[in-house]
Every structure is written in structure tokens, then in C-alpha cells.
């Protein structure tokens, strides 16, 4: 433990220096005039990208791949994010959208220099695919008063299990991150212990599902939660899932404890 901690903290001081490479990768641009034989040429010189932007490209944001049932829950979901009082004023709703990125530990608290030491080259599994609407797109909400979540997921290609239809594992993988992300608000880092899914009626490629899931109860260190995949418009149950999780402390992310 003692050398994983040493090999942790010289990450740190070595990482320490890149915040003036960083300033100087985050130029704007700059326009040079060079007169070559009576000829006046502008070269533009740009800076390259950061490595580090603090604008990381976020998934659950709308694109060009999502179909029409996918946006039309999005702004249903995200509409009630925000609210407008009597009085014209806007304030926060019952829902609150949740961001999502390609690497989860580089955007926590820190996490810029942990996952360079840790998973400098992991990507989120359910964001391993950068092609548009080839896999899973989904976008997460979140009810802190409720105490639900729910994920408006469309299925792409390359998520085919059965001919025509959603692997039955692409179906889990999304079960367990939304039951997932929704313990880990509710009860902190958590790992996953059990899950009871139970397939229902297949899903189709390309088409929009809507997954719900919702606290059942709290035990010390265990959180119980169910979750249901329907169609869009709620008329067909797909599958039905409780899942087990289980509290654990930074040492079992950081030394696999």
C-alpha cells in the first residue's frame, strides 16, 4: 500500500508543472502579416487544443443521430429543470440533468491527476464509441425529492443481439448504470452487488426506451433499488430489475482494496 501511495504522490508532483504548459496550450490564435516580394500574406497561427480543456465534450447533450421520440422525452425531462415562478423569475426544477463524459475520474474533484495515474487510457465503457448513434446514447435526470432517475436511452447497430434487436448484455449495461449512477447519489461511491433482471419483451434497434429507476429502501452500507425499461410512451414493459449496492470508501477505487 505504503509504494502504491509513493507512486500516487509523485504523480501528483510530476503533473504539478503542466498547469504553465497548460496556460500557454490555451492561446487564442494570432495573425502574422509577412510581405514576401511586394505580396503582403497573413498566416493565422492557431493554438493547439488543450490536453486538459475544462470544456470536455459532454454525451448526454443532443445530436444529430438522436431520433425524434429521443428528443421529444429529452426536452420533456429537461424542460422541468428549470421552472419560471409567478413572478417571472427562473428557478431550479424538480429534475436536474446529469452530465456525461468518456472518462468519469478524469472530471471529479482532482480527478485530472488521478487518471492520469490510474486510467490514463480507460474510457467509460458505455462511451467507448465516439461514432454518432453506433451504440448507446442516453442521457440521465435526476429527482433529489423523489428520490428517482431515469435515462431516455436510444440502442444503435452495434448493440445488435438477436437479429433486429438489442444484445440482452447492452441492456444490462444500462440497467446498471443508471441504478448505479442513481446509488451513488443517493448513498456515495457504491459498488454493484446484485442484479436481478428479469427480460420481459425484446427491444428494438433504433428504437427509444425509457429506463426508471427508483430507491426502495437503505440498509448501513446497502441500497436497494428497482428499475423498469418501457417503451417511450409507457405501453410496453421491456424488463423489470431490483439491484443490490453496495457503500465503499476511496481506498477500494484508488488501491483496489
Not at 435526470?141 to 423523489?146: G, I, T
Not at 448513498?187 to 442484479?195: D, R
Request: charged share 20%; net charge positive.
Amino acid at each position: 500500500m505504503a509504494r502504491s501511495l509513493g507512486r500516487i504522490c509523485k504523480g501528483f508532483q510530476r503533473l504539478g508543472s503542466l498547469s504553465s504548459i497548460q496556460t500557454q496550450l490555451r492561446q487564442p490564435s494570432t495573425s502574422v502579416s509577412v510581405s514576401v516580394r511586394g505580396t503582403t500574406l497573413i498566416r493565422t497561427m492557431v493554438a493547439l487544443p488543450s490536453l486538459f480543456s475544462s470544456k470536455p465534450r459532454d454525451f448526454s447533450l443532443p445530436n444529430s443521430s438522436w431520433g425524434s421520440e429521443m428528443m421529444q422525452l429529452y426536452e420533456h425531462y429537461n424542460s422541468q429543470c428549470e421552472v419560471e415562478t409567478e413572478g417571472g423569475e427562473k428557478q431550479e426544477g424538480p429534475w436536474r440533468r446529469l452530465p456525461s463524459y468518456n472518462r468519469l475520474l478524469k472530471y471529479a474533484t482532482g480527478g485530472v491527476y488521478l487518471s492520469k495515474i490510474i486510467q490514463s487510457k480507460a474510457r467509460l465503457f458505455t462511451r467507448n464509441i465516439r461514432d454518432p448513434g453506433a451504440a448507446f446514447e442516453y442521457v440521465l435526470f435526476v429527482n433529489s425529492e423523489e428520490q428517482k432517475c431515469v435515462c431516455v436511452f436510444q440502442a444503435g447497430h452495434l448493440l445488435e443481439g438477436p437479429p433486429g434487436h438489442v444484445h440482452g448484455g447492452a441492456i444490462a449495461t444500462m440497467i446498471d448504470t443508471v441504478t448505479g449512477t442513481h446509488a451513488t447519489i443517493l448513498s456515495g461511491p457504491v459498488m454493484t452487488a446484485n442484479l436481478n433482471i428479469n427480460y420481459r419483451s425484446p427491444i428494438p434497434l433504433g428504437s427509444t426506451v425509457l429506463l426508471e429507476s427508483s430507491l426502495d429502501k437503505k440498509e448501513g452500507r446497502k441500497t436497494f433499488i428497482s428499475c423498469k425499461v418501457t417503451s417511450s410512451d409507457g405501453s410496453k414493459l421491456h424488463t423489470e430489475t431490483t439491484a443490490l449496492f453496495l457503500s465503499i470508501n476511496f481506498s477500494h477505487l484508488l488501491l483496489g482494496e
